[in-house]
């Protein structure tokens, strides 16, 4: 059985089935049938092995017993017997074609047919030459139209930034299959990743093995299914291109060298020059291979990075405050501060349920925190004005009330569900449910989905009327922003955190990866105004509870100790710092 498939990997599995068949020319019907199963995939949260183990994949939208049987078949032996004959007959490589919005599937077949074209680089060079305008379908304009699109598509690729969490998943995966290679002692991702930054713009993953094991180590990391191009491969480095178009590096080393190369592949580039001044009054040189004794030449092999900081005279400084700003100067202090960490998080203050916009009823989200070792969760589906996500009548809402008043009996002991919710600042400030609701809530959230692009003394003045509120307690993610989607609100956040913090209105730090609002810059700007937060997961599917760590490593890049995070305190404890 292959347990590391999942929902997304068998979506896109059944979208290239859907690109190929349509390049082929297969009939309309067939093709849409795999493209209808891809999208219900994409939306499954129920997970697919328990479906699998249960017969029950079709209950699965538009999967009937031909497409259940390929499921089964996938899961079972990690591949699909019709995929490898329809790839035997139309290249796989084809399907990257699909992403030059001029290249349909006719296109498509006509320039493998004519031209053998099957890549973008190709493609490219074949428009340069004047090889396509001739070609039926095409013309002069098509060409240069053509060209155009893939000159867009390259800068896009030099200047494209993507967020933490996505970061995340794929180093997960590529560091998951690289560690059960033969003869890999370790591995981890480096570079900005580790470092925790907000967005990253290539992937960088290290792997220490046996000089033996690089072969295999490389074979398995070329041939994973979300690479789309082998940059560049060498017996120490490979360079690949996923279908996203991340550049991912990897880099073989030895164990007894683990220590100075995660180091310094780790960064930042600041904090390496700082390093290395440091070695260098010490008489000492440092590379991403050892530490070295200029007098001696003797070389000081370091298998892990607290020998490399000892070395130099510090205590090992936390990768997401590697800047290169004052981390050294106190590391050679032994004066750091400790830093938040995830295990210090006791209560989860954000999440959805079924009531509104979540996906998994309160029960379950709370079994899910039970396993993640939290004493309480905050439950805020939304207000009655946020229509789009289902938001709650306050009727509802002491519908919701009698509920978690029976689940708090059933889970006595173990975890406490506290009554909250999401409540909408209305574009006057005014709050969308009436004092005497907010009052018998435990915990009011409030937030900002809608008109956050106002005139900043107005955003300024609703914002203000928020966290001045006195039935308001936390002010959920402050700026708004959505990576991809929008930026952040312009508001002025001096006069914002100010407020919050004369008022104990605590700030949230939003860990989804889609937001981790507020970003390390406001954080920092809140706390030196006197402001305290909170980290919460806006959960709402039971994998998002997962998503803690982002918020923390936000926290921790600020600098951030669990003395400035209430939901780092017992729930008694908590509840006495809100205001009353």
């Not at 007959?89 to 349909?104: A, Q, S, T």
């Not at 305290?532 to 959960?539: E, G, I, K």
Request: aromatic residues 6%; negative net charge; glycine residues 6%.
């Amino acid at each position: 059985m292959h347990e590391e498939i999942d929902a997304n990997f068998l979506a896109d599995l059944f979208n290239r089935i859907a690109i190929l068949l349509e390049i082929k020319g297969e009939d309309r019907f067939k093709i849409n049938a795999y493209r209808r199963v891809a999208e219900s995939l994409e939306k499954e949260t129920r997970d697919i092995f328990e479906l699998y183990r249960e017969g029950k994949l079709m209950e699965i939208p538009g999967v009937g017993k031909a497409i259940a049987q390929k499921i089964s078949e996938i899961l079972e032996s990690g591949k699909l017997e019709f995929y490898q004959r329809l790839t035997s007959e139309i290249p796989e490589k084809l399907i990257y074609l699909r992403e030059v919005p001029e290249m349909g599937p006719k296109r498509i077949k006509t320039v493998w047919e004519k031209l053998g074209i099957d890549s973008v680089d190709k493609l490219e060079q074949a428009a340069r030459q004047g090889k396509l305008r001739d070609l039926p379908g095409f013309g002069p304009k098509v060409e240069q139209k053509i060209l155009d699109a893939i000159l867009a598509i390259k800068e896009r690729r030099l200047n494209r930034r993507f967020p933490l969490g996505e970061g995340w998943k794929l180093s997960e995966l590529v560091t998951g299959r690289l560690s059960r290679c033969n003869g890999v002692v370790m591995s981890s991702p480096a570079g900005s990743l580790r470092r925790m930054k907000d967005t990253i713009g290539d992937l960088d993953i290290l792997v220490a093995a046996k000089p033996e094991a690089a072969d295999e180590v490389i074979r398995a990391f070329t041939e994973l299914d979300m690479v789309e191009e082998v940059m560049l491969s060498g017996p120490t480095k490979t360079s690949v291109r996923f279908k996203d178009d991340l550049q991912c590096d990897l880099r073989i080393v030895e164990p007894s060298r683990w220590g100075t190369a995660l180091q310094y592949f780790t960064g930042s580039q600041q904090h390496n020059v700082l390093l290395r001044e440091v070695a260098l009054k010490n008489n000492l040189s440092l590379s991403e291979y050892a530490v070295t004794d200029k007098a001696s030449g003797r070389e000081i092999v370091c298998a892990s990075e607290e020998e490399v900081y000892r070395i130099l005279g510090m205590s090992w400084i936390p990768p997401e405050i590697r800047e290169g700003t004052i981390e050294i100067k106190l590391a050679l202090k032994d004066g750091l501060p400790r830093l938040v960490e995830l295990g210090d998080i006791k209560g989860d203050l954000q999440m959805h349920s079924t009531y509104s916009d979540g996906r998994r009823s309160i029960r379950e989200m709370t079994e899910k925190t039970l396993l993640l070792g939290r004493s309480y969760i905050l439950v805020t589906d939304h207000s009655q004005g946020l229509g789009v996500a289902r938001g709650l009548s306050i009727e509802r809402l002491r519908n919701q009330w009698r509920e978690i008043d029976k689940l708090n009996e059933e889970f006595e002991g173990k975890l406490v569900i506290l009554k909250g919710a999401e409540v909408e600042v209305k574009a006057d400030g005014t709050l969308d449910y009436p004092d005497d609701v907010l009052g018998q809530l435990d915990v009011v959230v409030a937030s900002i989905h809608s008109s956050l692009r106002q005139d900043k003394d107005r955003l300024t003045e609703r914002y203000l009327k928020a966290v001045t509120h006195p039935l308001v307690h936390i002010l959920a993610h402050p700026t708004g922003r959505l990576f991809g989607v929008r930026e952040g609100a312009n508001a002025d956040w001096d006069i914002i955190f100010n407020a919050a913090a004369s008022c104990k209105t605590f700030l949230e730090i939003n860990a989804h990866p889609s937001r981790l609002d507020l970003s390390e810059r406001h954080i920092r700007q809140a706390h030196a105004l006197g402001c305290r937060f909170v980290v919460s997961t806006d959960a709402h599917d039971l994998h998002e509870e997962d998503y803690m760590i982002f918020g923390v490593s936000q926290a921790r890049r600020a600098w951030l100790e669990a003395r400035d995070i209430v939901n780092t305190l017992p729930l008694k404890e908590f509840m006495a710092q809100l205001k009353r």
